[in-house]
């Protein structure tokens, strides 16, 4: 427990001493709630009363995960381009607790900025949403995290930035390399969907990849009406992630075990 006391410490200073951190959390922030307000604004009711006006006042999340993976991969990658990963193996000599120690730090701080992101989109679909018609008349509740669901999906979207966090991280010590790594992780998350959203592929391996991809199925979490007609229900989808993110950390520690600095 000392050792690991320790080990978070470390890299805790490390993280909050490099730059780009400060950046990158920023962007998330930034991207994550103007990319929502963005899009709750330009939805009109009732041209377009269908909508589920949580998920839409989530979408920012689509791309406020590239910084969170960006910061995840180079909290790794950045100590392999420097050479500083020789000391951080030095100071702590069981890696499998340098690992757990990143994996900790990065995931408490991507909690942090996830919530903020989040919060901030929700308060924005609140205040923008009925403006644009999306009123008790056409009954539509204004967003409350008062409301089940919506707590739901707010919570998971959290949760599913602090995953996409660790997938990135587990890639990342793996790979060893920032470039190859942002680009692994970029395509898992983007290519799937775009594959399914273009509707070449057989249907039925469609849906499969709608159900498996980690984007896909993660982000069925901000889901709050027609849960019937999803490929994956939502905590099903956000497992799935889980499950991409876990064997990650676990290739890239048995990787971290076995290989040298």
């Known amino acids: 427990m000392t050792a690991l006391r320790e080990a978070l410490h470390c890299e805790w200073t490390k993280l909050r001493t ?10 998330l922030v930034a991207l994550t709630v103007g990319v929502s307000a963005l899009a709750t604004e330009v939805v009109k009711c009732p041209a377009s009363c269908g909508e589920d006006t949580t998920k839409l006042s989530l979408t920012g999340v689509l791309l406020g995960q590239a910084p969170v993976a960006v910061l995840a991969v ?11 990963i020789r000391t951080t193996l030095t100071a ?15 995931t408490g701080v991507v909690l942090a900025a996830g919530t903020v992101s989040v919060l901030g989109s929700v308060l924005a679909g609140r ?57 692994v992780v970029l395509a898992l998350l983007y ?4 594959l399914t959203e273009l509707g070449t592929l057989d249907p039925v391996w469609q849906h499969r990849l709608q159900q498996y991809g980690p984007m896909t199925a993660g982000l069925a979490i901000q889901a709050t009406r027609d849960l019937g007609t999803l490929p994956i229900g939502p905590w099903a989808g956000l497992g799935v992630l889980a499950v991409w993110a876990a064997a990650a950390l676990l290739a890239g520690g048995v990787l971290l075990r076995v290989r040298d600095a």
Not at 74 to 84: A, K
Not at 144 to 173: E, F, H, M, N, P
């Open 18 to 27: 490099v730059p780009s951190t400060g950046w990158l959390l920023a962007t």
């Open 74 to 84: 180079l909290v790794m990658t950045g100590e392999y381009s420097s050479g500083m």
């Open 92 to 106: 702590v000599p069981r890696r499998a607790i340098a690992l757990t120690a990143k994996a900790i730090v990065v």
């Open 127 to 183: 205040f923008i949403l009925p403006v644009n018609g999306f009123t008790v008349a056409h009954h539509f509740a204004s967003l409350s995290l008062g409301d089940g669901q919506t707590l739901r999906a707010a919570a998971g979207s959290v949760l599913y930035l602090a995953l996409i966090a660790l997938l990135s991280l587990g890639l990342a010590t793996a790979l060893r390399d920032s470039g190859a790594t942002i680009a």
């Open 191 to 194: 290519i799937v969907p775009i």
